[in-house]
């Protein structure tokens, strides 16, 4: 119903930047909020940040480092991550939530690497 696919992951120095999109199709009608998720390696998966019409949210983790943006015109959601540190290394995965919360969507995942 919904379709989402990452790209922009990759391979980046302690103190370097990397930006995210993920490109969404399909029943878009249905999503209310949109977002990224991650998995560093042995870890759970964590919410990262996460957009609506309403608001904005982010991990403590992450708040002044990271930022996330819509261009709703195209259903797309970019996460701009700067000042990126080792601990960020992680799979990172666009979701879409269905309204009323009864069902995610997520993407393939794109891989993060922070490392000199």
């Known amino acids: 119903q919904v379709q989402l696919v990452e790209s922009g992951g990759g391979l980046v120095q302690p103190g370097g930047s990397l930006s995210l999109s993920c490109a969404a199709s399909?029943?878009?009608?249905?999503?209310?909020?949109m977002g990224w998720y991650r998995q560093p390696p042995g870890k759970e998966r964590e919410l990262v940040a996460s957009i609506s019409r309403r608001t904005t949210n982010y991990a403590y983790s992450v708040k002044g480092r990271f930022t996330i943006s819509g261009d709703r015109a195209n259903n797309t959601v970019f996460l701009q991550m700067n000042n990126l540190k080792s601990e960020d290394t992680a799979i990172y995965y666009c979701y879409g939530r269905r309204i009323g919360g009864t069902r995610d969507w997520w993407g393939q995942g794109t891989q993060v690497t922070v490392s000199s």
């Open positions: 399909g029943l878009m009608f249905l999503v209310d909020v």
